[in-house]
């Protein structure tokens, strides 16, 4: 593993460590499992992994203090309107230590989807996440697609994958 300390940062590596924190947002990942958890929708109790076998996953990781956060929400509401009587659902996942931190960021982004809570940081950890916020996009137990940060053009790539997951035939288990 390189070592990033600061005596061994010289001009040269500044570039190179930039360059790959650009690219790093937009990274795709090999499908891999995504770690299950319990999520209440509508009063019933239901695990990532059931919804994921009904239909996609958008999985958002989010904090109040996350400024990207404020242009992620409106975009999910947006994914469950369009999205949502196609078979995909939204989950949102706060990662703040203190539960009224997030309830002041909902009164000001309300969220027309399930918030699960947190604060421990078990399901970020669980997930690897890097950043905020941090996305995924789950089918079938399975993470085929991964954002960190939400710049211009994630929404749209995210509604790409969407749509190809949408069309895709079902799978022989």
């Not at 958002?60 to 309107?81: E, H, I, K, T, Y």
């Not at 940060?149 to 994958?161: C, I, L, S, V, Y």
């Amino acid at each position: 593993m390189m070592n990033l300390s600061r005596n061994h940062q010289g001009p040269m590596m500044r570039p190179l460590l930039l360059t790959l924190l650009l690219l790093l947002p937009a990274a795709q990942l090999a499908a891999r499992a995504a770690p299950d958890f319990k999520i209440e929708i509508g009063g019933q109790n239901q695990t990532l992994l059931e919804l994921s076998h009904r239909g996609p996953v958008y999985l958002d990781f989010w904090a109040s203090w996350c400024g990207p956060c404020r242009r992620s929400f409106p975009f999910m509401n947006q994914l469950v309107a369009d999205y949502g009587p196609r078979g995909v659902t939204v989950v949102a996942v706060n990662l703040d230590v203190d539960r009224e931190d997030a309830a002041k960021f909902l009164r000001q982004f309300p969220a027309n989807f399930p918030i699960v809570y947190d604060p421990e940081f078990a399901l970020a950890d669980a997930y690897g996440v890097g950043g905020m916020p941090s996305s995924y996009l789950i089918k079938d137990g399975e993470i085929v697609q991964t954002h960190i940060g939400f710049r211009p053009g994630d929404a749209d790539a995210t509604r790409t994958t969407l749509d190809n997951l949408l069309t895709q035939e079902p799978q022989e288990k």
